[in-house]
């Protein structure tokens, strides 16, 4: 039995033959910040903390205004709790689709807009995650592996941002979480079947990036974000040859390399030579030179954010110049941390299990069933 601290808080990692003792801890997820109306719907029915509604009630319109508040039903509140016996969904201006809810939601005023923040337990807030980040009709251990690794990112997250307002962010920040409408019976298996556990070190939550393709080698977290965790390596990987971006090409003019540059804050004129100054350990792009009337230097994970995650899928590229501009020529697809969503596939396919899995992409490590 393993026994530490964690943020102020107890965790309890415990190899037990079941999930015994787990108590599915709450989430607050953001799922919103907006400064536009939007409207909350039930098909059976709404209550609202402090507003009095019709009984039966379906849909509330929401206007935010400000740091004045929140309007909705007449009344002007700076917080709102909304609640349904089933599901709450989420109208968004110009969005074709609700997106649904289990939980329930809260809306609250912020210096950005009103945020709308689903409280909802670890194990069903998964279910919104797993549709969101794989296809759940995969091998099922691939999927068991991503609602480890999901889970233990959320839990971490928990911990590490309690005192806030919300614990995780919809988004490739976070997690890609969809509600209700990604949730089907194989995420639900999958969820049920590895129900409390988690990837530790050392008696902690282990902090578990993953990402798309690793393009054949994986990276260190602290060539992107200065963060030093001894259970990951840059490693060749041998599965996931088939994944969409496994092979790439890319061409920016130089008309869009000044649109980056001075987007950067870096003059952007006469750019007449862009190449790769320095790489990490796994090969990956690190930093940027741009080379005209004098020479500028930029981070590489920069350029690919000001660029576009989807025009520059990862930093393990090559560049030449071409006619009009440079060509940009990579392999695989996200920051190449952790876990290989498509390697894992490939894995599970072969027949290895999602504990086997876990442990060729984090060493060393633990698995076992969290109580905290």
Same mark, same amino acid.
């Given at each position: 039995?393993?026994?530490?601290?964690?943020?102020?808080?107890?965790?309890?990692?415990?190899?037990? =033959?079941?999930?015994?003792?787990?108590?599915? !801890?709450?989430?607050?997820?953001?799922?919103?910040?907006?400064?536009?109306?939007?409207?909350?719907?039930?098909?059976?029915?709404?209550?609202? #903390?402090?507003?009095?509604?019709?009984?039966?009630?379906?849909?509330?319109?929401?206007? =935010?205004?400000?740091?004045?508040?929140?309007?909705?039903?007449?009344?002007?509140?700076?917080?709102? *709790?909304?609640? *349904? %016996?089933?599901?709450?969904?989420?109208?968004?201006?110009?969005? %074709?689709?609700?997106? /649904?809810?289990?939980?329930?939601?809260?809306?609250?005023?912020?210096?950005?807009?009103? #945020?709308?923040?689903?409280?909802?337990?670890?194990?069903?807030?998964?279910?919104?995650?797993?549709?969101?980040?794989?296809?759940?009709?995969?091998?099922?251990?691939?999927?068991?592996?991503?609602?480890?690794?999901?889970?233990?990112?959320?839990?971490?997250?928990?911990?590490?941002?309690?005192?806030?307002? /919300?614990?995780?962010?919809?988004?490739?920040?976070?997690?890609?979480?969809?509600?209700?409408?990604?949730?089907? !019976?194989?995420?639900?298996?999958?969820?049920?079947?590895?129900?409390?556990?988690?990837? *530790?070190?050392?008696?902690?939550?282990?902090?578990?990036?993953?990402?798309?393709?690793?393009?054949?080698?994986?990276?260190?977290?602290?060539?992107?974000?200065?963060?030093?965790? !001894?259970?990951? %390596?840059?490693?060749?990987?041998?599965?996931?040859?088939?994944? =969409?971006?496994?092979?790439?090409?890319?061409?920016?003019?130089?008309?869009?390399?000044?649109?980056?540059?001075?987007?950067? $804050?870096?003059?952007?004129?006469?750019?007449?030579?862009?190449?790769?100054?320095?790489?990490?350990?796994?090969?990956?792009?690190?930093?940027?030179?741009? #080379?005209?009337?004098?020479?500028?230097?930029?981070?590489?994970?920069?350029?690919?954010?000001?660029?576009?995650?989807?025009?520059?899928?990862?930093?393990?590229?090559?560049?030449?110049?071409?006619?009009?501009?440079?060509?940009?020529?990579?392999? $695989? *697809?996200?920051?190449?941390?952790?876990?290989?969503?498509?390697?894992? %596939?490939?894995?599970?396919?072969? $027949?290895?299990?999602?504990?086997?899995?876990?442990?060729?992409?984090? #060493?060393?490590?633990?698995?076992?069933?969290?109580?905290?």
């Amino acid at each position: 039995m393993l026994k530490s601290l964690f943020f102020g808080l107890s965790l309890l990692l415990v190899a037990l =033959p079941a999930w015994a003792g787990y108590d599915n !801890p709450q989430l607050r997820v953001l799922l919103l910040t907006t400064r536009q109306p939007f409207s909350l719907v039930a098909k059976e029915g709404l209550r609202v #903390q402090g507003i009095d509604l019709n009984q039966g009630q379906n849909r509330l319109d929401i206007f =935010p205004q400000g740091r004045s508040g929140i309007e909705a039903a007449g009344n002007l509140l700076p917080r709102l *709790s909304v609640h *349904s %016996k089933g599901l709450i969904g989420l109208i968004q201006p110009g969005q %074709k689709a609700t997106l /649904w809810y289990d939980g329930f939601l809260e809306v609250r005023t912020s210096t950005e807009g009103a #945020q709308v923040i689903n409280h909802i337990d670890t194990e069903r807030y998964l279910e919104g995650v797993l549709g969101g980040e794989i296809k759940t009709n995969w091998p099922i251990e691939a999927v068991k592996a991503q609602a480890v690794l999901a889970r233990t990112f959320a839990l971490y997250r928990r911990y590490e941002r309690g005192a806030g307002a /919300w614990h995780l962010k919809n988004g490739a920040t976070d997690q890609m979480y969809q509600g209700k409408n990604v949730s089907d !019976p194989r995420a639900r298996f999958a969820i049920d079947k590895t129900r409390g556990l988690v990837v *530790s070190y050392k008696g902690r939550l282990a902090q578990t990036f993953y990402h798309a393709d690793c393009g054949g080698v994986t990276e260190l977290p602290s060539a992107l974000w200065d963060l030093h965790l !001894p259970y990951y %390596k840059v490693q060749e990987v041998h599965y996931g040859q088939n994944a =969409p971006n496994a092979r790439w090409q890319t061409f920016l003019s130089r008309a869009r390399i000044r649109e980056v540059l001075y987007k950067a $804050g870096l003059a952007g004129d006469q750019i007449e030579q862009l190449e790769v100054k320095t790489r990490s350990e796994s090969g990956r792009a690190a930093v940027i030179d741009f #080379q005209g009337d004098y020479t500028q230097e930029l981070k590489a994970q920069d350029f690919r954010r000001l660029v576009g995650y989807k025009k520059l899928p990862s930093l393990l590229f090559d560049v030449e110049t071409v006619e009009g501009g440079f060509l940009f020529t990579g392999q $695989g *697809s996200g920051h190449g941390i952790g876990l290989c969503q498509w390697a894992a %596939k490939e894995m599970a396919e072969e $027949g290895l299990s999602f504990e086997q899995i876990l442990n060729y992409f984090y #060493q060393p490590i633990d698995l076992g069933y969290y109580g905290g």
